[in-house]
């Protein structure tokens, strides 16, 4: 027999996670092609730094990730995003 001062013991205490399931906002949307052209729908995917935010963290599914990626950069050589925003010291 076990024998313990505390009385939570025989309770363990369980942090339970929970995520939401993430869905594809493309498909929602039943949007097929994304252009590069809408900047603004692009800006959402980037993060600061520039940086390409990956499908397991927003949810878009690889054939969209893999269209978002390609409009990405076309608007990024075409100037309609930035490669890296600015540092400001």
Do not use: W
């Not at 013991?9 to 993430?22: D, G, L, N, P």
């Amino acid at each position: 027999m076990r024998t313990n001062n505390n009385p939570d013991s025989s309770r363990q205490s369980k942090k339970y996670y929970f995520s939401r399931k993430k869905y594809c906002l493309f498909c929602k949307d039943k949007i097929k092609l994304i252009d590069y052209k809408n900047y603004k729908i692009l800006q959402k995917f980037t993060l600061e730094t520039g940086k390409i935010i990956p499908a397991r963290v927003s949810g878009v599914c690889s054939y969209h990730q893999k269209q978002l990626t390609k409009a990405i950069k076309r608007a990024r050589h075409m100037a309609f995003l930035k490669f890296v925003e600015p540092k400001r010291d």
